[in-house]
């Protein structure tokens, strides 16, 4: 342990690389904050042959709360593949047949040893090591959060210095890490201390199957060593390349300041390119001034700095190396512009390598990517998985939640933006099926779709089974937690979009990001900015629809349209006396009027009443100021608007006019996105043929050539 | 020559019989209808006042998600009823087979002998026999589409396991999938001789039927291959011109609509001629080689 002087002298020793990027950038939105929770100084070294890492890691971590630590946990994931009874693989064993993780095979299993820690003064923390495990269900066999205890507790402001050294045993294959032949992906491979939070100690979390990560904002100097004729990629700037401790070998060494994890990869394979963003070419005068508009800021403060853009691909993907650079530019600029210029210096973009199961992974200031073999033009495929990864880097990265508790802070946050960016920098998506590996894109016209229409149609169909709200590893499956914290997420995200505004909601996810970069921010957090911005208090919105597994579905139950009657059946007081108004009567009146339905109501100058039934159908209800929009088109084209406030279960508005209704339409702009069914928001009066008809025909041919393939083998 | 001028008189023979051509394509039509009828008043009940119903492409998002969310407790049934759907038509088809063998050898009577009751009367004298053979080439198909292709796999193991790219999956998988592509395609080949012979030799025992026909096949293996895949490849070729030309025409519009569907049934009109044509063109190899 060592106090606020013995910071200082360890920072000199680890801080001798420069923070360039607050140093180089002038404009304030694009600063690094000065002091990190944590520095990380790692040596690592690569054994090709056996498939293990040896590592050395001094940390210096500070207590910026308010009451003594004692104590650290150290998160130390690759233990999660070590055995089958690591809390991973018992929850992959209990989750959906679908998706549920394969054990390695015989000696492909992987593991981290903590051969030695101690602090900077040399006081062994070995023997208060333990394995703890706080998650429910407990897993008792899970290895995957270490403790030690200090002799004396770390007071409020005070740093502590530690020295670990650690063994691991590569997975082959696993997810997000691993190696096959000698293509490595690295992720999560170091001990790596939990957050603290002050009255609630050490957030750290096991390893769970359905879960990513949190950790606390650092400054990383790690040093790579391996064969000379691996090529290198990792988190932040290469600073260094030398020659290693032994011939053949060399250490490569990366820096980077205020980042909360460090990942690396290593091929000999590995094609490197390297081009920058550069902004004054990528972002035209009008689009920072269009930018500026809508989030009511100055020009200046919406400028984007130039980045530069590493890209490790695969010898086979070549062909494809502009469109990654392409998607990473639209990227930078448009997550940039909305929502805040990216900080740092580099980006690097990996095409993972073959069976490392290491694909669309992000990482801080790096992240890996995915691509086929063949890739139509019209499919969006490697640009979706390039904007999504690269986004993550602002939702997660910049915007740092924790990934255990409230994921879809940055995985709903994030599919939400990903869309917006692929719908602006290229419009829509093909959908993309192969047969024999082959796009059927490559070779025909196949249906264009936005992301979040494909969003939404997954988002309705998982409401029943968590809230979106819901511990990642408490989720009923993997399926459920996939819909729920990326496409439910991103749909309720875009609802709030069409309920606020475009340019409200952008205002929010901007003064959000900005206000809680390098920062660990929570959904309260959120929906404060929400409620601060839009000035709207929009709390109901979250408890709806993602603290609930309430459906919500309004429609139109029924229209009828009646010619209002001249004169309706019964005694009456006429004139002193009592008459009575017979059917004969009323018919009499009505030919004498030459009434008739349709149109002709109005040449007679009466007027027909027309009911309108809406009803809530499912649970969830609009709230606030928030209002269910009816416009009832009528056959003389005119139109009328009501609003109804939702509450009950039922509503019935009538409306009088001179003509029948036509239709019946709520929500006609599109706002409840989230609501699952919008076959019942219209009804038109007049059935419809043509789309049906169209439908069956479709329908039928493809039920007749099922049908005459499955004769060809009688 | 003889491959070729079978193709030939195949065609002939099948263009000959319109109204067999028209008859299987009603029941076709009438079963498909059948199968898609409960669906289509399943849509009808949901869109059919909703102005979601006049855009319903069929991949479009917003109702497919509606669709799935609403029924996705109906699937396994739907599953079940389409399963059985397929599997009562391959059986019809059993059926039918030696009724459109039947008539299709029958050179003296032409079109007319197509006549339902003819064709009926076939049907029912083959049925036994067709379903006999039908069991047992499911011995068959399982080995083409199973054992073989799984031990390929085997095989190329040690190939796959140790892939430097994707390539290698890609070509190997390829591979497996044509292997098990020209496996199913002589099955098909044996099968329809052995039903050839079934009706031409009136062989009541249909493993002699079987053997005749591996006998038959044995004897000039790479001429009747040849012509069933050169059928086979008109076949694609027709399915490629098909897709090609559909994806142009758009769903809006009483005319584009009549025009996909016209020309939708038009492709299942060629989609039966050329079950027709191998049936009568292997028929005519058979009848030229074998006497």
Redesign the interface.
């Known amino acids: 342990m060592r106090k606020r002087l013995g910071m200082l002298v360890l920072c000199g020793a680890l801080g001798l690389w420069p923070r360039t990027a607050a140093a180089a950038r002038p404009a304030p939105a694009n600063a690094l904050p000065d002091e990190p929770v944590l520095r990380y100084e790692i040596w690592v070294d690569l054994n090709d042959e056996a498939k293990t890492l040896h590592g050395k890691e001094d940390i210096v971590w500070t207590n910026r709360t308010r009451e003594p630590v004692s104590d650290m946990c150290f998160h130390l994931y690759w233990n999660a593949f070590k055995n089958a009874d690591s809390t991973y693989f018992r929850e992959a064993a209990e989750d959906s047949p679908l998706v549920q993780a394969d054990e390695p095979a015989d000696g492909d299993w992987g593991w981290i040893d903590v051969t030695d820690i101690r602090l900077a003064d040399g006081r062994d923390l070995g023997p208060t090591r333990e394995f703890v495990r706080r998650d429910q269900p407990v897993h008792e066999g899970d290895q995957t959060v270490l403790r030690v205890r200090f002799a004396e507790p770390v007071k409020p402001g005070d740093n502590v210095r530690l020295r670990l050294e650690f063994r691991s045993k590569i997975p082959r294959t696993v997810t997000r890490s691993g190696y096959y032949r000698n293509s490595y992906f690295i992720g999560q491979w170091f001990p790596k201390p939990g957050v603290y939070e002050e009255g609630r100690g050490w957030n750290c979390h096991e390893y769970h199957n359905n879960s990513e990560f949190f950790s606390d904002f650092a400054d990383f100097v790690v040093h790579i060593t391996v064969p000379e004729n691996f090529v290198v990629g990792a988190s932040g700037q290469e600073t260094g390349a030398g020659p290693g401790p032994a011939p053949g070998r060399v250490t490569h060494t990366f820096r980077q300041a205020m980042i909360h994890d460090f990942a690396w990869t290593a091929d000999p394979r590995y094609l490197k390119v390297e081009r920058t963003f550069v902004a004054a070419r990528e972002v035209s005068a009008r689009e920072y001034e269009d930018t500026a508009a809508l989030l009511g800021q100055p020009v200046d403060a919406v400028r984007l700095p130039d980045v530069r853009m590493i890209l490790l691909i695969a010898p086979e993907h070549r062909r494809q190396i502009d469109r990654h650079f392409k998607a990473l530019a639209a990227a930078i600029k448009y997550y940039g512009l909305w929502y805040g210029p990216y900080p740092y210096e580099t980006v690097t973009m990996v095409d993972p390598p073959f069976r490392t199961g290491s694909g669309g992974m992000e990482y801080p200031t790096l992240f890996t990517a995915g691509t086929d073999l063949i890739t139509p033009r019209d499919v969006l495929s490697p640009e979706g998985v390039i904007v999504h990864e690269f986004g993550h880097g602002y939702w997660y990265g910049l915007v740092a939640n924790n990934e255990f508790e409230e994921a879809w802070l940055d995985e709903g946050f994030n599919t939400y933006s990903t869309g917006r960016v692929l719908a602006r920098a290229y419009g829509w998506d093909a959908l993309s099926y192969d047969i024999l590996g082959i796009p059927l894109a490559s070779v025909f016209s196949m249906p264009k779709v936005l992301d979040e229409e494909t969003e939404r149609a997954t988002a309705v169909s998982i409401v029943k089974y968590d809230p979106v709200r819901t511990f990642s590893w408490r989720f009923y499956n993997s399926v459920s937690y996939g819909l729920n914290v990326y496409q439910r997420a991103a749909t309720c995200l875009n609802t709030l979009e069409r309920l606020l505004g475009e340019p409200t909601m952008a205002r929010v996810m901007r003064a959000y990001h900005m206000g809680w970069r390098f920062k660990h921010p929570r959904a309260a957090d959120f929906i404060r900015v929400v409620n601060e911005v839009s000035g709207r208090d929009m709390t109901w919105f979250f408890d709806e629809f993602l603290s609930g597994t309430m459906n919500f579905d309004y429609g139109v139950a029924s229209v009828v349209s009646e010619a209002t009657p001249r004169s309706v059946r019964g005694v009456f007081d006429v004139e002193g006396g009592k008459e009575e108004m017979t059917s004969a009567k009323i018919r009499e009146l009505e030919a004498k009027a030459g009434d008739k339905a349709g149109p002709k109501d109005a040449a007679a100058g009466k007027a027909c009443l027309t009911t309108v039934v809406l009803r809530r159908f499912g649970e969830a209800r609009v709230g606030g100021d928030a209002r269910v929009k009816l416009v009832v088109t009528f056959e003389d084209g005119s139109r009328e608007t009501a609003f109804w406030d939702g509450r009950d279960r039922w509503a019935r508005l009538t409306f009088s006019r001179p003509s029948r209704a036509a239709l019946a339409q709520i929500d006609p702009e599109g706002v409840w996105l989230i609501d699952s069914n919008l076959a019942n928001n219209s009804y038109l009066v007049r059935p419809v043929r043509r789309g049906l008809v169209s439908l069956l025909s479709r329908l039928l041919v493809v039920v007749q050539n099922v049908l005459q393939l499955a004769s060809s083998f009688s | 020559m003889a491959v070729w001028q079978s193709i030939g008189n195949g065609i002939r023979t099948a263009s000959r019989r319109p109204r067999m051509l028209v008859d299987l394509w009603l029941i076709?039509?009438v079963?498909?209808?059948l199968?898609?009828g409960p669906?289509?008043a399943l849509?009808?009940a949901?869109?059919?006042?909703?102005?979601?119903?006049?855009?319903?492409?069929?991949?479009n998002?917003?109702?497919?998600?509606?669709v799935?969310?609403?029924y996705?407790d109906m699937a396994p049934a739907a599953l079940a009823l389409a399963a059985a759907?397929?599997?009562l038509?391959?059986?019809?088809?059993?059926f039918l087979?030696g009724g459109i063998i039947g008539r299709l050898l029958d050179k003296e009577e032409g079109e007319g002998t197509a006549a339902p009751r003819l064709f009926l009367a076939d049907c029912g004298r083959y049925f036994w026999r067709?379903a006999r053979l039908?069991l047992l080439?499911l011995v068959f198909?399982a080995v083409a589409l199973g054992a073989v292709p799984g031990a390929l796999s085997a095989i190329l193991k040690p190939v796959t396991e140790?892939?430097?790219?994707?390539?290698t999956i890609?070509w190997i998988?390829?591979l497996r999938?044509v292997v098990a592509l020209l496996l199913v395609s002589l099955v098909?080949l044996i099968f329809d001789y052995a039903r050839i012979v079934v009706v031409v030799r009136e062989e009541r025992r249909v493993l002699h039927a079987l053997g005749a026909a591996f006998a038959f096949i044995g004897k000039r293996f790479f001429r009747a291959w040849s012509l069933s895949l050169l059928i086979t490849a008109g076949f694609l070729a027709g399915t490629g011109l098909y897709?090609?030309t559909r994806?142009f025409m758009p769903?809006t519009g009483?005319f584009w609509?009549g025009l996909?569907?016209v020309w939708?049934?038009a492709?299942?009109l060629f989609?039966?001629w050329t079950?027709m044509i191998y049936f009568s063109a292997q028929a005519d190899y058979y009848g030229s080689r074998s006497y």
Request: charged share 15%.
């Open positions: 076709n039509l079963f498909a209808l199968v898609v669906f289509f849509f009808k949901d869109l059919g006042h909703s102005l979601l119903g006049r855009d319903l492409r069929p991949l998002p917003a109702w497919l998600g509606d799935i969310y609403r996705q759907a397929v599997l038509y391959l059986v019809l088809y059993v087979n067709f039908f080439s198909y140790n892939a430097r790219t994707a390539w890609f998988s390829n999938t098909h897709l090609f994806q769903d009483l609509l996909a569907l939708e049934q492709f299942i989609r039966l079950k």
